[in-house]
């Protein structure tokens, strides 16, 4: 038996929820009706109230079934942080239609596989990404390609004065700005957002319910082709509310929703999460750091859930002194593990503890979190609502004791069914123990005497050095530790006598820049077992990160085996 949690679980809160029988978009027009006037949204300057929302969604909905869009067809919805992303991604719901959330800075070349493999028809894009969708579906064969792109400039939603406000970085003025032709799509139409919008067509009669597919997010490919992941509204409906109650979601909350919403996380625990709150939402389109804190201050944020580089990035900026952060209350995240200094820093000067969690795409979003009266650093936290996590042998699947390091598996109401039109995947990915069927996460962690979850590493990230497994997320979190070290990377290089050795690449901090990689190697001599410490250190200005923020560690790896 693995030790209980249950000591630290949040007061009042149940240990698991029931999932209601509507959809996704019910949670909408509940929040219409019982906040009409109260904005849903800001974006720099402009304000969506909740019953303008509900209008944009019904006339886009109307739309697209107009389009031709029917129940269970799949829109791929390609963009940036945007009132029109939120608007775009309701109306597919209110449409009985499915949402293909992608990556923005997908290119052509990789647009492709997601229009072919998902089946969609429709597509829905701002204006600077139109282009590359086109050149995607038009180099698809005709049966795969798109029959329609619904494409909006960022001017939809914009107040004109917001260019001469602080609100706005200097360097998006051009990009947010800017109005782009629209790109031929052979075979198909191109449709002007506002058109269509204006055209307030009615929405088709909503019939989809908890057991309809709601979501098909990709995963991020980093072993392969992306494959979707299916999820039903009964998946994505349990974590928005299951975040509101572990994250103190209210109707009052005011989110900064930074965290990339064609990501899991921003997908559920923003966008979904604060539609069911009622809660508003100031929308960013993509992360800078005094962007961030002006808007933190201007709207008294109380909510952000971010990624930990985010934070690190804020508290170095050379302005930070002139942000107000006293209206945060809950301030959370995941992605990479928030170093120990930096979440000492925000709990003694702000008195906030930082809430890590833990989840995947393919548990739509948290399967474990910190508990926010108990919250442990660089923790995974203790599996959520309804969630029963375990670590096991990935070998025997046998439950290990406290200490041992094992594969997470993960069952509950908010995993997802499977992989889309991927059956050997789907059944390689499940496992059955106490009869039970529990996804395997490929990621590897212990559990301490209390119960709470330690990531250890991926299944696949191991370095075997003579013998010696060192997993490079440990190392990561001790190198942050210096002074000098802005962001820190480990990878794995080939060793004539060890086999493999271990690599730091490394940011240094703008005030370290004179620092040498044998300062680096002496600390971490003193600082590490012999076997961890790095044989090489390679300093470079920013490390590859993902539109959602994480560090693209494999990328690196890949470089460095091709200079081997």
Known sequence: MQPTHQAFWPDRLPHAIGV??????????????????????????????????????????????????????HVLVDMQNTPQLVIAHLA????????????PMNLAAEL???????????????????????????????????KHLVVSPFTDCLDPATRETPSMALAWRDWLLKVHPLPTLEGGDV??????????????????????????????????????????????????????????????TIALAVVPMFHITGIVAVLHAAIAAGATMVVMPRWDRDVGG?????????????IPTMIIDLLASPHFKRYDLSSLRCIAGGGAAMPQAVAQRLLEEFNLSYQEAYGLTETAGPSHANPPAHAKQQCLGIPFLSADARVVD?????????????????HGPQV????????????????????KRFFRSGDMARIDDEGYFFITDRLKRMINASGFKVWPAEIELMLFKHPAIQEACVIS???????ESVKAVLVLRPTHNDTSPEEILAWCRQNMAAYKVPRQVQFIEALPKSGSGKVMWRLLQQKEDQQQ
Not at 118 to 125: C, M, R
Not at 394 to 410: F, K, N
């Open 191 to 252: 449709h002007k957002w506002a058109h269509l919008l204006a055209l307030d067509m009615p929405p088709p009669e909503h019939v989809v319910g908890a057991n309809d597919v709601a979501l098909l997010p990709y995963t991020s490919g980093t072993t392969g082709l992306p494959k979707g992941c299916v999820h039903h509204h009964s998946s994505v409906m349990h974590n928005a509310l299951a975040s509101n109650l572990w994250f103190g979601m209210t109707v009052e």
């Open 394 to 410: 990935p070998e025997t699947l046998q439950a290990l004791a406290p200490g041992q390091s094992g594969e997470i598996v993960i």
């Open 416 to 435: 997802f069914q499977g992989y889309w039109k991927r059956r050997d995947d789907t059944e390689s990915a499940f496992v059955e123990l106490d009869g």
């Open 20 to 73: 209601p029988a509507t959809s996704l978009w019910d949670n909408l027009a509940i929040s219409v009706r019982r906040w009409p006037e109260k904005p849903a949204m800001v974006f720099f300057d402009r304000s969506t109230t909740y019953r303008e929302l509900g209008q944009q969604v019904d006339a886009l909905a109307g739309a697209l079934s107009d389009l031709g869009v029917k129940r269970g067809d």
């Open 294 to 306: 002006h808007l933190i201050s201007r709207w008294k944020v109380t909510s952000w859930i971010n």
């Open 112 to 146: 492709k596989h997601y229009i072919a493999d998902s089946e969609a028809k429709i597509a829905i894009t701002t204006g600077d990404l139109a282009r590359e969708l086109a050149t995607a579906s038009n180099a698809l064969p005709p049966t795969e390609r798109l």
């Open 92 to 103: 597919i719901l209110r449409a009985n239609a499915v949402v293909v959330p992608v990556n």
């Open 493 to 499: 290089t080939r060793d004539a006598y060890r086999g």
